[in-house]
């Protein structure tokens, strides 16, 4: 299986290191093999090419099977890649990758691990509760991809940004995220702005169109400012949330401090096919890049993902899944966890030994 890696910026090349290392227990204890290509996106491509994604390395990408990513970018106050146009800036390279590989679906499940209950910030029955929820983001759409102007008028300058989604668009993230609710709770929560925007009102019309092929299937529409509220509220009651590109990329970040620390979330971009882009969900961190101190858990799930929906390996899936939460039941913890207990029986876990932790434990996961 060909694994193209992006580690990117920031805390990018540690994590990624990590994830690496747990895939290649994987390939030992269950007999696969793993052939890694490395490319450069974001500021070290800007760096080392002058652009922040190259055709080369969008070529390499379609070669493989799936990609794995850490992240992209830097500080936007002193960094120099942000004071070049936007077209030419780190995240332009990840906008293009997504749209050069159609991958339209994001997946950003959002769990709460039992033993991790203490780090979430919310009050501590909703934590006691718990919550399993998965936010299906459209991703090659929307208000990211619209045309966008500034321009003079009346003596003063403004800023467009054009908000456009067709019925296809809509419909295919739609028959994502029922299908995937077929597979859990058979639920879907769909979230726009109905009350106010045309591409929300076309949003809940195709939605509900789509939701008609699935009976077993129960749909529930609710406003995005409602939403953030409910998910601070009561996230127990969220299964699938199926929403548009922005409202879905502050969702999932709220959903990821939910969880205690956005370190903990993984992510699968899909297209049509098996293939995938998997990447955390948090950003780059370059205030603690190079230190060993940051949380790599959320891009060795995001390898878990990648095993599950691109090569349908549910099994070494589930033994990363399993390893991480008997690591953490062991009390180790990486410095954004380390409210998450009592006293001693925390252990501060740099990101190398967390690494080395959970593919320690992947031979007593084994199915």
């Known amino acids: ?61 379609k070669e493989a099977d799936a990609v794995l990513m850490g992240s992209i970018g830097g500080n936007t106050s002193t960094s120099p890649w942000y004071k070049l146009e936007p077209s030419l800036r780190p995240e332009a390279g990840l906008l293009k990758l997504r749209k050069s590989l ?32 998965l936010i299906m983001r459209e991703l090659t759409g929307g208000l990211y991809f619209g045309d966008r102007k500034t321009v003079e008028r009346d003596g003063e300058l403004v800023a467009i940004d054009t908000l ?14 029922f299908d ?66 922005m409202f879905g990329d502050i969702l999932s970040d709220e959903a990821s401090m939910i969880t205690g620390s956005i370190g903990m979330l993984p992510s699968a971009s899909l297209n049509d096919t098996s293939f995938g882009l998997y990447e955390p969900s948090h950003g780059s961190a370059p205030d603690i890049a190079g230190q060993n101190i940051a949380n790599p858990i959320a891009t060795i799930l995001s390898a878990a993902m990648m095993l599950r929906y691109s090569f349908n390996l549910d099994k070494e899936a589930d033994a990363i899944e399993k390893a991480v939460e008997l690591v953490l039941e062991d009390g180790y913890r990486t410095v954004d966890l380390m409210s998450s207990g009592h006293g001693d ?21 084994k199915n």
């Open 1 to 61: 299986m060909k694994i193209t890696c992006i580690a990117g910026d920031g805390i990018g090349p540690e994590i990624v290191r990590e994830a690496r290392k747990v895939l290649e227990k994987i390939a030992t204890v269950y007999g696969h093999e793993f052939e890694f290509n490395d490319i450069l996106m974001g500021g070290c491509s800007i760096d080392a090419y002058g652009v922040p994604l190259t055709d080369e390395a969008i070529a390499a990408a």
């Open 102 to 133: 159609n991958l339209f679906a994001n997946l950003r499940p959002a769990y709460l691990y039992p033993v991790l209950k203490d780090a979430c910030p919310l009050k501590e029955s909703t934590g006691d509760k718990g919550f399993d929820m």
């Open 164 to 177: 456009e989604y067709k019925e296809s668009e809509i419909r295919r993230i739609a028959i994502k995220a």
């Open 180 to 245: 995937v609710a077929r597979k859990r709770r058979k639920s879907v929560i769909s979230v726009d702005k109905a009350n106010v925007l045309d591409s929300s009102r076309l949003w809940r019309k195709v939605v509900e169109g789509v939701a008609k092929d699935y009976p077993d299937v129960t749909l529930e529409h609710m406003l995005v400012d409602n939403c953030a509220m409910q998910l601070v509220k009561n996230p127990s009651q969220f299964d699938v949330v199926l929403t548009e590109n």
């Open 345 to 365: 029986e925390l252990k501060n876990t740099s990101c190398s030994e967390m690494g080395d932790l959970i593919a320690g434990r992947i031979t007593d996961c």
